[in-house]
């Protein structure tokens, strides 16, 4: 059998070679046969480098990217524009507000609502209006009722209801005057306060607040000083009756003051200072105050010169409550009181005293003396008034001279009624008080505690009274007398008293001793020892101290009215005297 031809042998022809030989087939392209080649020109069409512009409103072209993305952001089934003019007008329209109708002129068109509407400056009526970015407001602001948050407006007179300034002077409402009262604890509600910067103080401790301080001191009052510091420079300030002082409790008055005239460079006074005064005994000034804060005389460049933080003379009713006084030196005091009666000291803390070589043993904290140009020459007139009914009492007296003292008294009496009270005296150089000048009947030392000062130191003063006791120093050869400040007994009693050595501890009794007392009067006329004690003599009369070697100790009693004391022992010798009903 013949096979089927294939391009290598001769063979019997197949179905599919007949159909190929009998399908019509191309015999050649664009006239070319053979392997043919063809361009675009042979086929008519544009050259691969050719370009097409895009298309527009005259000429077809090709779609651009920018159109695409338009034709993309129709809206589908949205409707052809059908509005042909705007206010009659075709093509590039420029509107103003009188082709709007009802929009008005630029004068009377209608403000906007809602944020940026219409800008300020576009209508007369908000020009210059307040920007919510800040501004200045000048005409008046209506609210519709008191504010219930920290960042609400207020109206006035909440605010006057509600608000006591810390910068200006005012007048307080019957409701602001009971809240004072009870902040402060005064007693009474002030009308006015005064305020030092609305004198045109700094309180800055650098700026001197002087001229500021002694013009509202002048106006008296009621003065508030906040918290700050004020520098006084250029002299005193000068203190008038019915003046209320009170401070906050972080306000500071410095004396720096530098006049050499050392009666000039005190801080307050209460007179003409170098001047008289137009009233003497207590009737040149009266109600004077000062309550919290601090008075410092630190200050001064030269603290070696008179520089009192208070001078006071000729004055009735003084206090000082719940302060510190600080750095007073050289030959001064912290608070002088002459000449003045009905004085309290309450709370008070006291410190930094500085001798700055004055003499020791005379520069006390509290000084109460009469008045005289020798120990006051701040103002007269010298009168000899003594001082009378001084109460100092939870005080606090640290690092000084003296706590309390006098340097003397007139030739008319001692200074009456001084008490210390529940005070407390650590670290003074010389004496914790100086007791000297004060009358021994009605003065009187109460648990107060005295520390850290000299032997001997506690007291100054042949007698004083501590704790209803008397405690006397007794030097060799001298004699005291102390009141025989017992009640009266009925006829035929006794009044009692115990001695007791105190140069030494524990104490040691000398003895017991009374004095018989003629009914209605306090006159003795006998002193007998009970037990006898080894070394003690009693007699009568009154005693002046007796040069001796014998080693004795007297007691007598005199129609005087006082118990003398007279030591022939060889040293100083410290007793204790207590008197009894019989």
């Known amino acids: 059998m013949r096979q089927i031809a294939t391009r ?8 599919a070679h007949v159909k190929k030989l009998d399908d019509p087939h191309v015999t050649s392209i664009n ?88 800008a300020a400056g576009d209508d007369s009526r908000i020009t210059g209006a307040l920007q919510r970015s800040g501004g200045t407001m ?101 203190l008038y009756s019915d003046t209320t002082v009170v401070m906050h409790p972080e306000a500071i008055i410095i004396n720096d ?118 120990g006051f020459p701040e103002f007269g007139p010298y009168d000899e008034t003594i001082c009378d009914d001084i109460l100092i009492r939870n005080c606090v007296f640290l690092n000084g001279d003296v706590a309390v003292g006098s340097h003397a008294s007139p030739p008319s009496g001692p200074h009456r009624n001084i008490r210390v009270e529940d005070c407390v005296i650590d670290g003074m150089i010389s004496y914790g008080i100086d007791i000297r000048f004060w009358d021994l009947v009605h003065s009187r030392v109460d648990r107060t505690i005295i520390r850290n000062v000299p032997d001997f130191g506690e007291f100054r003063g042949s007698a004083f009274k501590v704790d209803g006791r008397y405690y006397c120093y007794v030097p060799d050869d001298a004699a005291v007398a102390i009141p025989f400040n017992v009640p009266i007994p009925a006829a035929g009693q006794q009044g009692l008293f115990l001695i007791c050595g105190h140069s030494a501890q524990p104490q040691s009794p000398i003895g017991v001793y009374w004095a018989n007392c003629d009914p209605g009067f306090v006159r003795m006329d006998e002193v007998a020892a009970r037990p006898a004690s080894t070394g003690v003599d009693t007699t009568t009369g009154p005693l002046s101290g007796t040069s001796g070697t014998d080693g004795r100790f007297t007691i007598s009693a005199a129609d005087d009215g006082n118990i003398y004391l007279e030591n022939r022992r060889g040293g100083t010798l410290r007793v204790e005297v207590r008197f009894m009903n019989g």
């Open 138 to 238: 000048t005409g008046a602001l209506t609210l519709s009722g008191d504010p219930t948050s920290n960042l609400h407006a207020a109206t006035k007179g909440y605010v006057d209801d509600n608000f006591v300034s810390s910068s200006h002077a005012q007048t307080l409402t019957p409701t602001q005057q009971a809240q004072v009262r009870e902040n402060i604890g005064l007693e009474y509600a002030p009308r006015d306060i005064l305020n030092p910067y609305a004198f045109g103080a700094a309180g800055d401790g650098v700026t001197d607040d002087g001229p500021a301080l002694r013009a509202m001191f002048a106006q008296a009052g009621f003065i508030y000083i906040p918290k700050g510091v004020y520098r006084v420079m250029d002299g005193y300030i000068r």
């Open 8 to 15: 290598a042998r001769a063979g019997l022809m197949g179905p």
């Open 257 to 374: 003051i530098q006049d050499t005239a050392w009666q000039k460079a005190c801080l307050f006074v209460n007179g003409p200072q170098g001047g008289t005064a137009d009233n003497g005994g207590y009737d040149n000034t009266k109600n004077i105050h000062f309550q919290g804060g601090t008075i410092d005389g630190s200050g001064r460049a030269d603290r070696g010169l008179m520089s009192a933080l208070f001078s006071i003379a000729h004055h009735d009713n003084i206090s000082f409550r719940d302060m510190k006084i600080i750095n007073p030196a050289g030959n001064t005091h912290a608070i002088e009181l002459n000449s003045t009666r009905h004085g309290i000291v309450d709370n008070v803390v006291f410190d930094g005293f500085a001798l700055n070589g004055a003499t020791a043993g005379t520069r006390e904290y509290i000084n109460i003396d009469y008045s005289h140009a020798g």
């Open 31 to 118: 006239g070319m046969t053979g392997a043919v080649s063809l361009t675009a020109s042979d086929v008519g069409a544009a050259a691969a480098s050719h370009t097409h512009a895009n298309a527009t409103t005259s000429a077809s072209g090709f779609m651009s990217a920018t159109d695409k993305s338009k034709l993309d952001g129709i809206e589908a089934g949205a409707q052809v524009n059908a509005v042909t003019s705007v206010a009659g007008r075709t093509g590039a329209v420029t509107l103003s507000a009188s082709d709007i109708s009802g929009l008005g002129n630029a004068a009377t068109r209608n403000v906007g609502t809602t944020s940026g509407t219409v």
